[in-house]
């Protein structure tokens, strides 16, 4: 579902990344490159429907974390179109291209937790039987999942389902940050574990917030990512 304060705010991610791809670069004399442009997604859920997280930080993480990266990676996109890469010294490169990485990764990850939401119930079909057969049990693999989260608060990072098609296996990642993904990954399942995500709901107490996680997942979603990246594996 789409709520109007969303839209709203697309407008604003959309124009703040224009007007930051153009008002940078100061330092090229070669022609600059047209910067890609991201579009932002409509969140995916009624942030008024998930059990345990509020509407509040779901609104806040929504506009400030997810659509904020959007913004950031308009404005880091057009600095390094405007870059001359023939001349720029090493560290503004591995700076921005850096930053571009986090950036992007951030949106992504964020557009994966949101459509993690929703539904609660259990996983069905071929993602069931994946989940059995590469962790012996559904309640083995959510403990193993659920363990990552809790384990990383108080920290920082991500947890993530992820289907791998070198192994043709399912895998559960833990991500100390946006950058630490497997690489050919294909992400199933996403949780936040920033404090961001739930301390105006619970404060320091993380378990509770991985928890009433466990309970919202849209497991629909997550099984329909499943039959795509197995399929395309
Ligand atoms: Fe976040």
Same mark, same amino acid.
Request: aromatic share 4%; glycine share 4%.
């Given at each position: 579902m789409t709520t109007t304060i969303d839209r709203r705010t697309l407008l604003h991610a959309v124009a703040g990344a224009a007007v930051a791809s153009t008002a *940078?670069? /100061?330092? *090229?004399?070669a022609p600059a490159a047209s910067p890609a442009t991201y579009t932002p997604k409509p969140?995916?859920?009624?942030?008024?429907?998930i059990k345990g997280i509020s509407e509040k930080v779901l609104a806040s993480h929504y506009e400030n974390n997810y659509l904020g990266a959007v913004k950031r990676l308009g404005a880091i996109r057009g600095q390094l179109a405007d870059l001359d890469f023939a001349k720029a010294p090493n560290f503004v490169v591995n700076g921005l291209k850096r930053e571009e990485l986090i950036a992007l990764n951030s949106a992504i990850l964020h557009e994966l937790y949101f459509d993690s939401l929703g539904g609660g119930g259990a996983p069905s079909g071929a993602l069931r039987d994946a989940i059995t057969s590469d962790y012996g049990s559904l309640e083995r693999w959510r403990a193993e999942f659920s363990a990552i989260g809790k384990a990383e608060g108080g920290g920082s990072g991500w947890v993530i389902l992820a289907y791998t098609p070198r192994e043709k296996r399912l895998v559960t990642q833990w991500a100390?940050?946006? /950058?630490t993904t497997i690489a050919a990954g294909r992400p199933l399942l996403v949780l936040d574990?920033?404090?961001?995500?739930y301390h105006m709901d619970y404060g320091a107490k993380a378990g509770a917030y991985v928890d009433a996680f466990m309970e919202a997942i849209a497991w629909d979603n997550v099984t329909s990512l499943y039959a795509q990246a197995s399929r395309e594996g």
């Open positions: *940078t670069g /100061t330092m *090229t004399s969140l995916s859920l009624d942030p008024k429907s100390a940050d946006h /950058t574990m920033y404090e961001h995500a």
